[in-house]
T-cell receptor, first 113, second 114 residues
Framework: NAGVTQTPKFQVLKTGQSMTLQCAQDMNHEYMSWYRQDPGMGLRLIHY???????DQGEVPNGYNVSRSTTEDFPLRLLSAAPSQTSVYFC????????????FGEGSRLTVL | GDSVTQMEGPVTLSEEAFLTINCTYT??????LFWYVQYPGEGLQLLLK?????DKGSNKGFEATYRKETTSFHLEKGSVQVSDSAVYFC?????????????FGKGITLSVRP
């Protein structure tokens, strides 16, 4: 079972560069989300989607863009990378918004120099 | 808004010691409660969950009981092993339609020494 797949696992960028973190799930989940994990901060929600064509902002959306053209994919775009975006990023999905558990990918470690 | 408060860490225990990790929450509505575990270099895995008051979640020897009266969901294990060394996150999720996000505590690092 693939579950939630994130790519790349590691990436180094220079300030000002742009890139896309990919996320795909094969569980037919309607709800998908992106979190960032920073030391001492826990996980903070960046953006989420409750279905194809629908996205919304989380707690820390600035500097990030998302789209949801299919149920399976939910890419996260960094428009102009900054050192403050150095973090570990996790994609997570679940059945439609409710109180069920989220399934997480293995994470993408991003360093911005 | 919703929030989760976990006890400060890190925590270091000897193998076979008793473990308690405190977690309290503030939420509107009736949340589901979760404990996630993150082993070194890996993503988050669901450890256990409870969806209503007085439910007890359990897995791999870990237990937690949903206490609505004290708004708590403390994690316990009777005898920890070295393999339990990881970061543990308490989380909640409320059913508020499109805004049904998972809210995490800051996490606590557990180290178990032989």
């Amino acid at each position: 079972n693939a579950g939630v797949t994130q790519t790349p696992k590691f990436q180094v960028l220079k300030t000002g560069q742009s890139m896309t973190l990919q996320c795909a799930q094969d569980m037919n989940h309607e709800y998908m989300s992106w979190y960032r994990q920073d030391p001492g901060m826990g996980l903070r929600l960046i953006h989420y989607s409750v279905g194809a064509g629908i996205t919304d902002q989380g707690e820390v959306p600035n500097g990030y863009n998302v789209s949801r053209s299919t149920t399976e994919d939910f890419p996260l775009r960094l428009l102009s990378a900054a050192p403050s975006q150095t973090s570990v990023y996790f994609c997570a999905s679940s059945y439609s918004g409710g109180r069920g558990e989220l399934f997480f990918g293995e994470g993408s470690r991003l360093t911005v120099l | 808004g919703d929030s989760v408060t976990q006890m400060e860490g890190p925590v270091t225990l000897s193998e076979e010691a008793f473990l308690t990790i405190n977690c309290t929450y503030t939420a509107t509505g009736y949340p589901s409660l979760f404990w996630y575990v993150q082993y070194p270099g890996e993503g988050l895995q669901l450890l256990l969950k409870a969806t209503k008051a007085d439910d007890k979640g359990s897995n791999k020897g870990f237990e937690a009981t949903y206490r609505k009266e004290t708004t708590s969901f403390h994690l316990e294990k009777g005898s920890v092993q070295v393999s339990d060394s990881a970061v543990y996150f308490c989380a909640l999720r409320t059913s508020t339609g499109a805004n049904s996000k998972l809210t995490f505590g800051k996490g606590i690092t557990l180290s178990v020494r032989p």
